[in-house]
Structure formats: structure tokens, C-alpha cells
């Protein structure tokens, strides 16, 4: 069964650990890093984001590992 991406699941796929950051019809974003922006040009975005896409037809090889109640949480259950 194909995995289902959820808005901040903690996930694996391939070597690859991190959230979910957005979802597509066609993929979704693992965000996989974050780095505190330096420049002031949009307040309202205070970091960096690391993104990778993952496209549905690799689903299959994504290890749901938890959930995250907010974008704001780095600690996850997996209830």
C-alpha cells in the first residue's frame, strides 16, 4: 500500500530523514534541513528550507515514522 502524505509526518525515504513540508498531486516535499536566513527581505520567513521532491510513484519506499503536532514542534509521536 502506498504511503499517504500528511502536512509535518516524519518520514524516511531512501537515506533521506525529515517532514513533510507540502504536497502535490504528483509529489511531495521532504524538508530535510533548515538554516537561519541572514538577510531581512521577507520578515515573515525567518529560515532556509532543504527540500526534496518526492514524486507518488515513490511512495511505496517511504517509511512513515511519526507526526508532529505544528511546523513550530521538532519532537514527533507515533501514535
Known amino acids: 500500500m502506498n504511503y499517504e ?10 537515506e533521506h530523514e525529515g517532514w513533510v513540508y507540502s504536497i502535490t498531486d504528483e ?4 524538508e530535510v534541513a533548515t538554516k537561519p536566513k541572514e ?3 521577507l520578515p515573515t520567513h525567518k529560515k532556509h528550507h ?3 521532491l518526492v514524486f507518488n510513484n515513490e511512495y511505496d519506499n517511504v517509511v512513515y515514522l511519526g507526526h508532529r503536532q505544528s511546523q ?3 519532537t514527533y509521536t507515533t501514535v
Open 5 to 14: 502524505p500528511k502536512i509535518n509526518d516524519r518520514v524516511q525515504w531512501r
Open 27 to 30: 509529489y511531495f516535499t521532504l
Open 39 to 41: 538577510d531581512d527581505l
Open 50 to 52: 532543504v527540500l526534496i
Open 72 to 74: 513550530y514542534d521538532d
